[in-house]
Structure formats: structure tokens, C-alpha cells
């Protein structure tokens, strides 16, 4: 049985699966993703493992920054409330009020 050429042609491996725009996605540099094995290539593997990791630290470093903000703000805030006495304004602004 011919199929289209000699028979000692290998069977072309299955194409990846199209998005909903109908394109396939552009592959990134470097190695592939998908090994012929079908498994994830080690160096891929590694490299979003490294990713990950460094994700992992930035969002980490984001939420304690964020964390020290919201507490010096919160200190800042409960002063504020705690303040007994009424707000002072700079003599120039008080002279300048109309009077009643």
C-alpha cells in the first residue's frame, strides 16, 4: 500500500492543537516544550522551575513591602484619630478667612 512517497517515510508526529483564533501558537526560542517523547524537554522544565521560583520571591518581597506600608499607615492613622487637639493652621491662612 502506497502512501504518497516510499514507505520508509515515518509517520509526521500529531500537530499541535490550534487556538480559538485558529492559529497555533509561535513556539519560543530555544528548545521546544514537548520532547519527541511527549514528556517536557529537562531544559524547559528547569527553566519555568526557575521561573517559578523567582515569581515566587517577587511576590514574596511585594507582600512583606506592602505588609511594613499598611502597618506604618495604620500607626500613622490611629495617631491621627488619637489627636486631642483641634487641627492648627499656619497664621496666614487663619487671617485670611473672611470674617463672618
Given at each position: 500500500?502506497?502512501?504518497?512517497?516510499?514507505?520508509?517515510?515515518?509517520?509526521?508526529p500529531?500537530?499541535?492543537?490550534?487556538?480559538?483564533?485558529?492559529r497555533?501558537?509561535k513556539?519560543?526560542?530555544?528548545?521546544a516544550a514537548?520532547?519527541?517523547?511527549?514528556?517536557?524537554?529537562?531544559e524547559?522544565?528547569?527553566?519555568?522551575?526557575?521561573?517559578?521560583?523567582?515569581?515566587?520571591?517577587?511576590?514574596?518581597?511585594?507582600?512583606?513591602r506592602?505588609?511594613?506600608?499598611?502597618?506604618?499607615?495604620?500607626?500613622?492613622?490611629?495617631?491621627?484619630?488619637?489627636?486631642?487637639?483641634?487641627?492648627?493652621?499656619?497664621?496666614s491662612?487663619?487671617?485670611?478667612l473672611?470674617?463672618?
Amino acid at each position: 500500500a502506497a502512501e504518497g512517497g516510499s514507505g520508509s517515510v515515518p509517520p509526521s508526529p500529531p500537530r499541535p492543537a490550534s487556538t480559538a483564533s485558529g492559529r497555533r501558537p509561535k513556539p519560543g526560542p530555544g528548545m521546544a516544550a514537548v520532547a519527541p517523547t511527549g514528556h517536557p524537554a529537562p531544559e524547559w522544565s528547569h527553566h519555568l522551575e526557575a521561573l517559578q521560583r523567582d515569581y515566587s520571591e517577587a511576590l514574596a518581597s511585594i507582600e512583606a513591602r506592602t505588609g511594613e506600608r499598611l502597618a506604618a499607615l495604620k500607626q500613622k492613622l490611629e495617631a491621627y484619630e488619637n489627636y486631642e487637639l483641634p487641627p492648627s493652621y499656619p497664621p496666614s491662612d487663619v487671617e485670611s478667612l473672611p470674617s463672618g
